[in-house]
């Protein structure tokens, strides 16, 4: 994958007072959730269609099959493709997957898990191909013994990490304090 050198146009960061009024509902919800609004949610504001979509395919991600550490595996799996350092430390800082797991997983090694590893493997190959994964590769999913519904729910988790990704690609999204932790960038 060729990286563009990055040229974001720094999109404001909203709050409650400064974001489109279609924007402050969605922005109250996620300030009940996190305590706070994080940056990326202050930066879709700006474009409200863009937050609402985000969060309902949020909920739809959620209520899948996949557990928690499996759904986290398929995120930071396509930030990592895409570049998104943003989302790579939000979802690390709030990951279910264990340590070892984490770790392997930030620095592109395999994974342990035979289903998290089938999950890296597939969602990886997903971004990097544009959605066109061999059925030898998607067969790895079945063998792992993940349920019917995972090739689908990859797919879901890399729309949801494209919007987010993207978004931060071009906003330049500045990295909230309490994700510093787990900063990331990708390789050169």
């Not at 997983?105 to 289903?115: H, I, K, M, T, V």
């Amino acid at each position: 994958m060729t990286q563009q050198t990055a040229n974001p146009t720094h999109w404001p960061v909203h709050d409650l007072t400064t974001a489109p009024e279609a924007a402050r509902p969605a922005l109250e919800a996620v300030q009940k959730q996190f305590g706070a609004i994080p940056n990326i949610f202050g930066v879709m504001a700006g474009s409200p269609a863009l937050l609402d979509g985000y969060l309902a395919l949020t909920e739809a991600y959620e209520g899948g099959e996949l557990t928690p550490a499996q759904r986290d595996v398929i995120l930071i799996a396509a930030s990592m493709v895409n570049g998104c350092g943003y989302c790579v430390a939000a979802h690390s800082t709030m990951s279910s997957l264990p340590r070892d797991e984490l770790e392997a997983l930030r620095a592109g090694e395999a994974l342990s898990d035979p289903a998290l590893e089938a999950l890296r493997r597939v969602t990886r190959a997903a971004v990097e191909r544009q959605g066109w994964v061999d059925e030898a590769l998607r067969a790895e999913l079945d063998a792992a013994g993940l349920p019917p519904s995972a090739a689908g729910e990859v797919l879901v988790g890399v729309a949801l990490k494209t919007m987010s990704n993207y978004t931060n690609h071009q906003a330049g999204t500045p990295l909230d304090s309490f994700l510093a932790k787990w900063a990331w960038e990708p390789a050169a």
